[in-house]
């Protein structure tokens, strides 16, 4: 499997983990967050799987909705499960809107 940054790249937006740092923003780009790593399944005191559980934030200024189509389309396809897509939030001072994703990636 693809890491979740070439995941969300395919995209053709830019991601990266935790605070996106470039010093010029685009006009729309995604963060993303590990907030879980966990044992998904165990068999004789062994983990044989895990999940990991990330929050990718989807930044945008202007109409997102096309772009979160074709980013959830894209985590379906690499066989990531959508969790929740949260509400999303307008931020007046930068412009941007915020879509927070939480997906879920099962590993062996």
Do not use: C
């Not at 937006?13 to 006009?27: D, E, N, W």
């Not at 590990?34 to 990991?52: C, I, M, Q, W």
Request: a negative charge.
């Amino acid at each position: 499997m693809s890491s979740i940054k070439e995941i969300l790249e395919s995209t053709g937006l830019s991601a990266q983990r935790g605070v996106y740092t470039g010093k010029i923003k685009p006009k729309a780009y995604y963060t993303f967050l590990r907030l879980l790593g966990t044992p998904a399944v165990n068999a004789d005191d062994t983990e044989s799987e895990s999940k990991e559980m990330y929050r990718v934030t989807l930044f945008h200024k202007g109409d997102f909705e096309a772009q979160l189509n074709k980013t959830l389309e894209v985590l379906r396809a690499a066989g990531i499960y959508i969790n929740s897509v949260d509400t999303e939030s307008y931020e007046t001072e930068t412009g941007y809107w915020l879509v927070p994703i939480t997906i879920e990636i099962l590993k062996e």
